[in-house]
């Protein structure tokens, strides 16, 4: 039995070529697309759970309040003290683990010189709470002495080639050498962090480096990525509620006589939850977004949603034809039942074709989604069980959905009628066709409306006024090394008179404002605390001009005054933080921030330091020594004239100041363009998508059209014969469609504009959508629907009539 519904089915497919084809291509690209989405949706949910451990490692976090108990701060990262004190108080924990970030570190090694990134200090029990796959050393002792390192695979090749590192000194940043005593292999991409170099944590207890006193005591340097391993089945719960008093006790004095509780709050932060549900103000790399899963998701069922109603709208379109064949079948005795297996079978078969030939476009367009999404998926993500039994079912899911209306719908059909001619496809059936119809539109709508949306976001932000002079600004990682001779370096590349300023900072634009101290400003008789939450910039003389930020009071700093350095510039937000009526009247203010005391000399006009998804922030710029070792950033102010000798000018300064140390560089274009790369990627992926739904809906409505009009052939001869011009059938012909696209835009329009409020509320600094956009997303549908019925419509009402009636 079941090889003869095979053959039937294969026949009746290849007897309906036209119409097999567009049922057949539309699945294809459907199952395609639900393939590659399926594929990044896997990889994001796999994050850092090829730790054997996983489901037993937390991250603890930290967060800070205001005066007002209002959130200011949320941090990954902790102060030292928590390593050494959580595994005291809490015996639980079964092991805690650091690593700190020591950004990117000039490394030399013989001849070479390298600015290595993501250098992170380990603690020496890193490897008994993460699986990290150690291909040279020893994982118990490699991390144990000061000043020992471990490369990963890559790193190691990259310095000594096919020599073996182990025992191998490295110079770093041109003051430590420090000895190879291991190699481990990269951590997999689907981890949430990515160390090329670890160095044992027992390098930050040197005296020249941090101090074991200070990583006992500074609760302010908020730096430590600190993991616990907990038992299995612990409920984490009872031990946040006892964080509290934990805080109380070891930070006593810290928040003067409040207790620390009231003011900073600790959390755990299960490790598979990092990537997707954590978006901390610090993080190690940046995080992906549990709501861009979920969007995804909906866009692959959308689409495979619109190739579904093909099949439905298509199937049951023809079903006139198969008419005699059901009463033939009936007749001689098929049940309903086994016409309903023969009809599934057909969709089912159809199906199975399409993922297929799905499973090879997957492979051939995996490349073009990594690149688009920064990722390195591959196929072998879907080679689990858990995966591989789902799809297998997929096709007959996918099928039994598409076919199980046309075949309910054929198999009702009466074989008297349809023997003799006298069947005729329902009003009911015509109906639930232009429901699928409006169905697909709407969806094909909201793609629309969505895409134009989210380009319109980014193009306001890339375009919106930032504050700064953003052009021409070229950055480079500062060294304490210039400390001694930064003027005459400065000097000395203001030479080149396409060089316009050199200044320095402890951050620049584009990144985050996370550094805040008290601050204190004048009160009745005496310097009273502001409640507000005011973050700090270290910077020099020379930063401000540089990015060209406007003053909107008072004076920037100056060399001629030599009490700059106790002195503050505030931003605008920070007038209006602390209660001051204007700016004018800020300048001059007594005003204390942390250790520093002094005078507010200017308040410049607020720029957007951050991205637009964050508010201004109210920020004070400190001028402090250079010996404090707070400034990490040098920006240079070039001209557009001669970009060329601009840069071979910084780089042969460069190497005159400190030919010990790598020459690298960065346009701070690039770094204003990372701010939005999600979005892009986003942008890039709704595009393509929503192109996709809406060829795949004109390919069904192709069909359903020309099949259609093939229903009318007599109809549109009678009214040619009568005068009819060929405008005037194709407008008849065109009207009912556009009809159904019209509703599918109603029904469209709230939904696309609930979506993206939602998701423009993740920017503090929005667009507002527009009517017109939804205007112009249902013109773009009704001019599609009218070009794919209007080819059909104008080849039929320029037939010739006589052939058309001599058919019938």
């Known amino acids: 039995m079941f090889r003869n519904h095979f053959k039937t089915a294969w026949r009746n497919l290849m007897k309906y070529k036209f119409i097999s084809f567009i049922n057949l291509f539309g699945l294809t690209i459907g199952l395609t697309c639900c393939l590659l989405i399926l594929t990044y949706i896997l990889n994001e949910l796999s994050y850092d759970k090829y730790n054997k451990n996983a489901d037993r490692i937390y991250r603890v976090t930290r967060t800070f309040y205001d005066g007002n108990h209002k959130e200011m701060l949320n941090l990954s990262t902790v102060a030292p003290p928590f390593g050494y004190y959580l595994p005291t108080d809490f015996a639980e924990i079964e092991k805690m683990t650091r690593l700190l970030n020591n950004g990117t570190t000039p490394l030399r090694y013989k001849d070479k010189l390298l600015n290595e990134p993501n250098v992170y200090f380990a603690d020496e029990n890193l490897f008994d709470v993460f699986t990290v796959d150690v291909l040279k050393g020893n994982p118990k002792t490699a991390l144990n002495d000061p000043f020992s390192v471990m490369l990963t695979e890559e790193t190691a090749k990259k310095y000594f080639g096919n020599e073996d590192p182990v025992n191998k000194v490295i110079r770093a940043n041109d003051q430590f050498d420090v000895k190879v005593t291991g190699v481990y292999k990269d951590f997999p991409s689907n981890a949430h962090i990515h160390p090329n170099i670890l160095v044992s944590f027992n390098t930050l207890k040197d005296s020249a480096v941090i101090g074991e006193e200070n990583l006992r005591t500074n609760w302010g340097n908020n730096s430590f990525f600190t993991y616990i391993l907990l038992p299995k089945n612990y409920n984490i719960e009872g031990m946040k509620k006892r964080f509290p008093a934990f805080l109380d006790k070891h930070m006593a004095g810290q928040y003067g006589p409040n207790q620390p509780s009231k003011f900073t709050k600790l959390d755990l932060q299960k490790l598979t939850d990092i990537h997707l549900y954590s978006h901390t103000d610090f993080e190690a790399e940046p995080n992906g977004d549990i709501n861009r899963v979920y969007i995804f998701s909906a866009i692959a069922l959308f689409i495979l949603l619109i190739a579904c109603i093909n099949y439905m709208n298509l199937s049951t379109a023809r079903s006139a034809l198969r008419a005699k064949e059901i009463g033939i079948r009936k007749v001689v005795g098929a049940r309903k039942k086994e016409l309903i297996i023969q009809f599934l079978g057909e969709s089912v078969l159809l199906t199975w074709s399409a993922i297929i030939i799905a499973f090879v476009l997957l492979y051939l367009l995996l490349p073009w989604l990594n690149k688009i999404s920064s990722q390195n998926l591959s196929v072998s993500i879907l080679f689990k069980w858990q995966i591989l039994v789902p799809l ?407 037939a010739n009539p006589v052939k058309s009636l001599r058919t019938e």
Request: aromatic residues 14%.
């Open 392 to 798: 297998f079912l997929a096709p007959f899911v996918v099928g039994i959905i598409s076919g199980i209306y046309p075949a309910l719908f054929m198999s009702s059909f009466q074989p008297v009628k349809t023997l003799k001619g006298l069947f005729k496809v329902s009003g009911t059936s015509i109906s639930f066709r232009k429901v699928l119809v409006v169905t697909q539109f709407a969806i094909s709508i909201i793609l629309i409306i969505t895409t134009v949306v989210v380009f319109q976001q980014l193009r306001y932000m890339q375009n919106a006024s930032l504050g700064y002079d953003k052009d021409h600004l070229i950055t480079m990682a500062y060294n304490n090394q210039l400390n001694d001779q930064y003027e005459a370096f400065r000097n000395t590349l203001l030479q080149n008179s396409n060089i316009k300023a050199v200044g320095r900072s402890s951050r620049i634009p584009t990144g985050r404002l996370l550094d805040g101290m008290g601050a204190q400003v004048p009160g009745n008789d005496s310097m009273v605390p502001v409640k507000a939450d005011i973050r700090f910039l270290a910077t020099d003389y020379d930063f401000i001009p540089a990015y060209r930020i406007p003053l909107a009071a008072g004076r920037n700093f100056s060399r001629s005054y030599g009490t700059d350095t106790s002195n503050f510039i505030i931003n605008e937000a920070a007038v209006k933080a602390i209660g001051w009526k204007s700016n004018d009247l800020a300048v001059g203010k007594d005003f204390k921030y942390g250790q520093f005391s002094g005078h507010i000399i200017g308040v410049v006009k607020d720029f957007h330091f951050e991205s637009l998804h964050e508010a201004i922030t109210p920020l004070v710029f400190v001028l402090p020594p250079p010996s404090q070792g707070f400034y990490n950033t040098i920006s240079i102010k070039i001209s557009g004239k001669n970009i060329a000798s601009s840069l071979e000018t910084i780089k042969d300064t460069w190497q005159k100041f400190l030919p010990q140390l790598p020459y690298q560089y960065s346009f701070f274009d690039e770094n204003f363009a990372k701010l939005y790369d999600a979005e892009h990627k986003q942008e890039t992926i709704f595009t393509t998508f929503a192109f996709i739904a809406i060829f795949i809906a004109c390919l069904g409505l192709f069909g359903l059209s020309a099949f259609a009009i093939s229903q009318r052939v007599k109809e549109i001869g009678v009214r040619k014969v009568l005068g009819a011009s060929t405008t005037t059938i194709v407008g008849l012909l065109s009207k009912d469609f556009l009809k159904l696209v019209l509703i599918a835009a109603v029904i469209a329009f709230p939904i696309a504009w609930y979506a993206m409020h939602n998701w423009l509320q993740d920017f503090a600094y929005r667009i507002n959508i527009q009517w017109w956009v939804f205007i112009i997303a249902a013109i773009i549908a009704a001019l599609i629907a009218l070009i794919t019925v209007g080819m059909q419509a104008i080849k039929a009402a320029t």
